[in-house]
């Protein structure tokens, strides 16, 4: 009897110690599953999967960079000329063009003869470059090879076209600043609000207001961020294009003030425990040498628990950071750099969010938004690392 | 003198003013939702499914699939994560380990839900062959919310005194016996603090379930785990951003945001009450 009850002791012993290393493993797991999507990015050149590109055998070129290439498609280079060839015409050939330029019933049934066609075609006009799927293009055709994704372009290139073909974009860099530009208009009110509503919660304001208040803050975090989305939507864009003129609403500055609100209950209650633990010794030493209350804060309570106060905003920027829906819904989302808090922007989570389901599983495409959320993932991951150090700080002090 | 004390009374002023206008803003945000959506409200907009595109009929599909997002990821998350609760407290030496633990536990609850959405759907979706499913989208919202069932537990066992402890181990009881009989039941409000506060994050949470389980528009009851779900944060998402005719759809939207707001402030004010009475009881 005895016996039994201490073996299903140690079993349950056994699964408490298991579940006691559940988010350990979990975040391992993250850590492993979006990095190995991610990372398959850069193993990979930026061309439509399965696309090459190809020259004339007799062309002079050897190799084409990707901005060339990119260049060339758009027809901003028309000639062989610009980049060392020949003085001659480029023509261009993308799948687009099969129709134009071979007759249907040429092609035989499911396109079997085009290969073929192509190679003749292409062999007959020395100017040509295409920009086709590997199984039509002949092997009497030049290859152009093409450099894998760099991390250097994948992270400062201005460009986000993930489905421009023949060659994609995946330059991260108006995304990055987009989130930017929306996380620091939004701490730029969050934080001076959010620390003065804490100094005032812990130090200031008697019992009884303070137990009106600090429920409204508690709900404020619990609405959730589609929520704040909606009410963004339906309010704050419409209040910003009539006051700004603008042809539409969704902007930074939306964006900026619904980030700012999410962000609020996080700094507020954090910043306001570690308000609340400044001893009352030191306090009143302060009181004692005739220090009026406002002295006291500044002077004593708000030093003494600096780094509580700025844990507290390092975690509002992680908040800010990584809140999807809220900006995804009010920014109007706009791959570009912007230039003021009345342009369109586009955040790293909205890029995710917006784009994923778009995104075949396992292509360059989806491999570039795994990317972007394991930067995500490194970022939010850093900050609250230091935030844990710095708050552990003040813990032995 | 004076200056000084005039200066206080500036600031604290100015203080007051703007902690007033921080809770302005909460009671804003939900007064608008009230107002606007308390109209839209009838039996028929809870009971019946989407009609018309999704401008008219009502969200019972969404209310069903987030009640079972709820059910399902406290299944997976409750156990798990009062377990590793006990285990931080009750188990868990101060050493390195348990700080290694703390620090990865702050840091799953820092990861932004979007990253939880890609997660689930490399591992589960893709990885495991789960699909987007109910048990995809219950599993990543578990993990989710694992960190908030954890520091609640942990912080509510934390309040229950040594002495209780050590009376029942003079009485002969077991280190676990002590812990199913005298410490949880003892710090059992405090839990369920945690657990409601989790369900309101769970109801309210989009972004991870956008590729896990979410169905844009499926008006019938699910049959298995294996099925897709409309749930009400997404159904917000969908209906205010890409519907038809995203005007006509309005008074819909006003009514979907209401109900969603509802169930998080009935979870959250509970949590609260739970709250209130555990620090009563303890004192």
Partial sequence: MAKKIRIKERIIEGLIYISGTSTTIAVLLIVFFIFKEGSGLFFMPPLEEGYVIAIHPQNPVKELSEKEIKSIFNKDIVNWKDLNGKPEKILTFVPDDIELVFKPEDLGTDFVLLKDKMETYALSNPNIILAMPERYVGNALKRIPIDKIGLGSFLFDKDWFPTSIPLHSFGIWAIILGTLWVCVGALLFAIPAGIIAAIYMAEIANPRFRNIISPFIELLAGIPSVIYGFFGLVVIVPMIQRTFQLPAGET?????????????????????????????????????????????????????????????????????????????????????????????VRTITATVAAELGEAPQGGIHYKALFMLASILFIITFLLNLVADRIASRSARK | MLDKKRTQTFIFGLFALVTILVSVISIAVVFYVLINGIGILSWQFLTDIPRDGMQAGGIFPAIVGTLILILGSGL???????????????????????????????????????????????????????????????????????????????????????????????????????????????????????????????????????????????????????????????????????GTDIAAARPYADGTALVLLLIVLILNISANIFKKRFSVTQK
């Fill in chain 2, 76 to 242: 997976v998350a409750f156990p798990v994560g009062i377990l590793a609760g006990i285990f931080m407290n009750e188990y868990a030496q101060e050493n390195a380990f348990k700080r290694f633990v703390r620090l990865m536990t702050n840091n799953l609850a820092g990861v932004p839900s979007i990253v939880f959405g890609l997660f689930g759907m490399a591992f589960f979706v893709n990885g495991l062959g789960f699909g987007v499913s109910i048990l995809s989208g219950c599993l990543t919202l578990g993990i989710l919310i694992l960190p908030i069932v954890i520091r609640t537990t942990e912080e509510s066992l934390k309040f229950i005194g040594q002495d209780y402890r050590l009376a029942s181990y003079a009485l002969g009881a077991s280190k676990w016996q002590t812990i199913w009989k005298v410490i949880l039941p003892a710090a059992l409000p405090g839990i369920v603090t945690g657990l409601v506060l989790s369900i309101g994050r769970i109801a309210g949470e989009t972004a991870a379930i956008l590729f896990t389980v979410a169905a844009y528009f499926l008006p019938r009851n699910p049959s298995s785990v294996y099925d897709e779900v409309m749930a009400l944060p997404y159904h917000l998402y969908v209906i205010t951003t890409s």
């Fill in chain 1, 252 to 344: 930074a500055l939306a964006g900026s003030i619904l980030l700012g609100i999410i962000a609020l209950p996080t700094i507020i209650t954090i910043a306001e425990d570690a308000i609340r633990a400044t001893p009352r010794e030191l306090k009143e030493a302060s009181f004692a040498l005739g220090a009026t209350h406002w002295q006291t804060i500044y002077k004593v309570v708000v030093p003494y628990s600096i780094s509580g106060i700025v844990s507290a905003c390092i975690l509002g920027v992680g908040r800010t950071v990584g809140e999807t829906m809220a900006v995804l819904m009010v920014t109007g989302n706009a791959a570009q750099i912007p230039n003021s808090f009345l342009s369109s």
